[in-house]
């Protein structure tokens, strides 16, 4: 457990990979690192960047933050049974 909200669940195990899933409320954003460094070094750059005077468009870039997954619950990966 990560907090009281957030599980982290072994998907399966084969030879030398494991496969992680994450359990979170849709509310809170999951993703990978290399992901995550995206988004940041996209919203930095918005920030920084000017628009014309008089303008009123939003750069696309200053529109991404992270935001909860999107992915169903049907499609979410379903936790391992234990060892009985």
Request: no cysteine; glycine share 4%.
């Amino acid at each position: 457990m990560i907090g009281d909200d957030v599980r982290i669940v072994v998907v399966s195990v084969d030879r030398d990979q494991v496969k992680l899933g994450i359990d979170a409320p849709r509310a809170i954003a999951v993703h990978r690192s290399e992901i995550y460094d995206e988004i940041q070094r996209q919203n930095r750059e918005a920030a920084t960047s000017q628009l014309e005077p008089g303008s009123t468009a939003v750069p696309a870039t200053a529109q991404l933050r992270p935001g909860p997954a999107k992915l169903p619950a049907a499609k979410r990966p379903k936790p391992l049974k234990p060892p009985t």
